[in-house]
């Protein structure tokens, strides 16, 4: 046998173990077209919020958050304050933004306060917490890995629970752009 032979074999081994050590893979994950998932979590004040009740009122931005993987996360820092920056464009399409913070359950709250802590969190964005990742694992999004919490993905959601645009970032990186995100919400 040829050392071609060998190479493609062990080409495809490798894609092979890529894909099973990966965790979630894109086809798991919630994409284009999809009806999203209902859920409820709790917003940072306690108070109770689900999905079906936020796309009865119009359009959500469904953000996931890295939580706190031992660190506040500056990507989502500043993912989060290019949303906040354009808060009157989403005003202005009626769209919900809702952030998701997703980690373990003993002090998530104590790091999400300290994530928001100096931040102008505006009405029409809204901050839930994730404990234990139900809703992350419930969307295949869960980043399984040392030090990680999530995949970074943003969803537009219309009001009928239909997802019309999807980013679901297997890096650190890679995050949904707020143009192409407002772009994809629904006109009335």
């Known amino acids: 046998m040829t050392k071609r032979f060998w190479f493609s074999r062990l080409g495809v081994v490798v894609t092979l173990l890529a894909v099973l050590t990966s965790g979630a893979t894109a086809a798991d ?3 284009v077209a999809d ?4 859920f409820e979590l ?5 108070e109770k919020v689900k999905l079906s009740k936020l796309t009865g009122a119009g ?3 469904l953000v996931v958050l890295r939580g706190y ?4 996360c500056p990507l989502c820092t500043k993912q989060v304050a290019e949303l906040v920056d354009k808060v009157d464009d989403f005003k202005k399409a009626g769209a919900q933004v809702v952030l998701v913070y997703p980690g373990p359950a003993e002090k ?3 790091h999400a306060d300290e994530f928001v802590k100096g931040k102008n969190v505006p009405a029409n964005f809204t901050f839930l917490l994730d404990p234990d990742y139900a809703f992350t694992n419930a969307y295949n999004l869960r980043w399984d890995a040392k030090n990680e919490t999530a ?7 219309d009001s009928k629970r239909k997802i019309v645009f999807a980013t679901v970032s297997k890096t650190h990186g890679g ?3 707020v143009e192409d995100v407002l772009k994809a919400i629904p006109t009335k």
């Not at 009806?35 to 209902?38: G, M, T, Y």
């Not at 993987?69 to 506040?72: D, F, L, R, S, V």
């Open 69 to 72: 993987p031992g660190y506040q």
């Open 175 to 177: 995050r949904a752009k």
């Open 108 to 110: 998530l709250k104590e």
């Open 151 to 157: 995949y970074p993905s943003t969803f537009v959601i």
């Open 42 to 46: 709790s917003a940072l004040g306690g």
């Open 59 to 61: 359009p959500v931005v």
């Open 35 to 38: 009806e999203a998932k209902d």
């Open 29 to 31: 994950t919630p994409k």
